[in-house]
């Protein structure tokens, strides 16, 4: 019963009382396989599970902060640690016992798995990272266009493991329920659901803050999906285009878009930019100096606003900039002629 939603009520009301800005449970919508992970903290008290879960995200955060700095980032490991213990979305991450630092240490290998060569291994730890599936479908897209079949095939296979899994904790009926409870979720008035999309720094996020006002429901959903799509396309374009589309640039590139149309992006969220943003000295390397200026900057603004506290639509045009000035740098990107597009992917 995980999605359903009186039953979620009833098992709050113990724990939370008195919440004068809620008018209802704050409600499970993850992925059923994540439970395997969640439902050993259940042995625990509340404030036991609490503890013990802040203590597991810190561990995860350092192991992201170890792989950024000795695997993957020209940045030497003590200035990472600095950088990730500064960046806000990071600290609202823990504060808040989200599960945004998993999401970034799965992508994370993922990264370094392709950069090795390592498909199987990298479909496999996509697949894990679908608990939020709105963060990897871009990557899955880019996997498809550039015809990475083992990384494709291993994210297939491990996703109907979990799909399993999640049958053999929940049943059948909630797992088919799940979809539907997303869609449920997206209706669900602000006070119940705690969306609130004016807060989101995203596409939606800018076009309520800009447009919600002014147009009907429905055309404000249209202009979202048109937005979110034209990203998207500009995305799998430049990666058909660049001769390298899973290196640093592009799978930098691929994680920023993802954060711009996924449809539910809360601050916490925008921890996953810790990889683009570790991997910006070794997109300079590769980057003409004014395409440099254009990454450098914006990624200033990106890590910088959310310390300041200023409104999401600066945050989201910020971001917006280092998804430009990325893709710019990518497009400069081409193909050896002696290769198939396919097979420089």
């Given amino acids: 019963r995980v999605y359903d939603h009186e039953a979620q009520k009833q098992a709050q009301a113990e724990i939370v009382h008195n919440l004068s800005y809620r008018q209802g449970p704050l409600p499970f919508m993850r992925a059923p396989f994540e439970l395997l992970l969640l439902a050993p903290l259940g042995a625990l008290s509340y404030s036991q599970a609490v503890v013990v879960w802040y203590a597991i995200s810190l561990g995860l955060l350092l192991t992201v902060a170890f792989i950024l ?53 990298a479909g496999c730890l996509v697949a894990l990272a679908a608990f939020k599936p709105q963060f990897i479908l871009p990557l899955l897209l880019v996997l498809l266009v550039c015809r990475r079949w083992k990384a494709l095939t291993a994210a297939l296979g491990t996703g109907l493991a979990l799909l399993g899994v999640s049958a ?6 909630a797992v088919v329920q799940y979809p539907r409870s997303l869609l449920e979720f997206s209706r669900m008035p602000s006070a119940v659901a705690a969306v609130y999309p004016k807060l989101m720094p995203n596409v939606r996020g800018f076009a309520y803050s800009v447009l919600a006002d002014r147009v009907s429901g429905a055309t404000l959903e249209l202009v979202i999906g048109v937005a979110s799509a034209l990203l998207l396309v500009l995305l799998l374009r430049a990666c058909l285009r660049a001769s ?35 991997l910006v000295p070794a997109v300079l390397n590769r980057a003409e100096w004014r395409v440099s200026i254009g990454i450098a900057l914006s990624g200033l603004a990106v890590y910088f606003i959310p310390l300041f506290g ?29 290769h198939p597009v396919g097979a420089a992917c």
């Fill in 168 to 173: 053999a904790l929940v049943g059948w009926r």
């Fill in 244 to 278: 390298r589309p899973l290196r640093e640039t592009g799978f930098s590139l691929t994680v920023v878009v993802s954060v711009l149309v996924g449809y539910h992006v809360y601050p916490h969220d925008l921890a996953l930019l810790v990889l683009p943003l570790s």
């Fill in 310 to 338: 200023l409104p999401a639509p600066i945050l989201f045009l910020a971001t917006l900039a280092l998804a430009v000035s990325l893709l710019i740098a990518l497009e400069k990107q081409r193909p050896e002629r002696a």
């Fill in 69 to 121: 700095g000795r695997e993957v980032s020209a940045i030497p490991l003590p200035v990472v640690l600095i950088v990730i213990a500064l960046f806000d979305p990071i600290r609202t991450a823990l504060l808040q016992g989200q599960d945004s630092i998993l999401l970034l240490l799965l992508l994370s290998l993922a990264y370094l798995a392709l950069e090795r060569g390592r498909d199987a291994r």
